[in-house]
């Protein structure tokens, strides 16, 4: 007995460095990664409580708050960067800085498959990012609804072109103390190949595009739109 258990306790020593070895090469726990994960996680939590005490609905003041039922924890994979949670209450929205992250993946989950296959369909998939002109004192609601209406108008314009025309679009905000908001239209087209085969194809299409976003920008008071910005 006293032999086995000498024998035995190296093994266990090796099987355990095996799995901390097995952990520290996973893409959760890479070591290279720990730095700027606390760093992320330490700026996101402080995000999380001024958003908390800035939000208007009972589910943004409730957020990241853990519940009562249960104790709050947090499952992630070792092969690949995906990880589940729960315990802890979310509002899922994209204007917070805790849960974007999260809801932003999820989303990436549902699109990525859907552009594949678009591709082996033999479709095209397009990415463009289109803004207005403004200055420090626009106030960010009068942005957010100058991108909706001049998208409105290049959704419209694409739909009458373009037969089987799908797309995908997000608005992306950035804030500076120098020059305050700034507001990013992204979005994805995915339109039949037969359509864009040709340069002057390609063309047609960047010019209707821009022209269609730049009329109703300047209708909308937003000046004139620069190309090349």
């Known amino acids: ?24 090469r996973s893409v959760n726990n890479s070591s290279r990664h720990i730095g700027k994960r606390k ?3 330490k700026r996101t939590n402080h995000l999380r409580r001024v958003f908390r ?12 708050v853990g519940l009562t039922e249960g ?14 949670r729960s315990g802890v209450y979310f509002c899922k929205s994209r204007a917070c800085p805790g849960c974007v992250h999260y809801e932003n993946s999820k ?11 678009a591709l082996v369909d033999g479709r095209w998939v397009l ?8 200055n420090r004192n626009t106030e960010p609601e009068e942005l957010l609804k100058g991108l909706t209406k001049c998208w409105n108008a290049v959704n419209l314009k694409l739909r009458k072109s373009y037969t089987g025309f799908e797309y995908f679009w997000s608005r992306d905000m950035t804030w500076m103390e120098r020059n305050g908001h700034h507001f990013h239209l992204h979005f994805l087209l995915v339109l039949d190949g037969k359509d864009l085969g040709e340069e002057h194809q390609l063309e047609r299409l960047q010019d209707l595009v821009f022209s269609s976003w ?9 000046g004139k739109c620069s190309r090349d910005a």
């Open 214 to 222: 730049a009329k109703r920008a300047a209708s909308a008071g937003f």
């Open 39 to 41: 760093r992320s996680k």
């Open 127 to 134: 990415f463009g990012t289109l803004t207005l002109r403004h």
């Open 1 to 24: 007995m006293e032999q086995t258990s000498s024998v035995g306790t190296p093994t266990r020593a090796r099987e355990e460095k095996r799995a901390e070895a097995s952990l520290d």
């Open 71 to 84: 104790c709050p924890s947090i499952v992630c994979s070792r092969s690949e960067p995906l990880s589940s």
């Open 107 to 117: 989303l990436v989950n549902r699109i990525v498959p859907a552009l594949k296959a």
């Open 53 to 64: 005490a800035m939000g208007t609905t009972k589910s943004e003041h409730l957020c990241g």
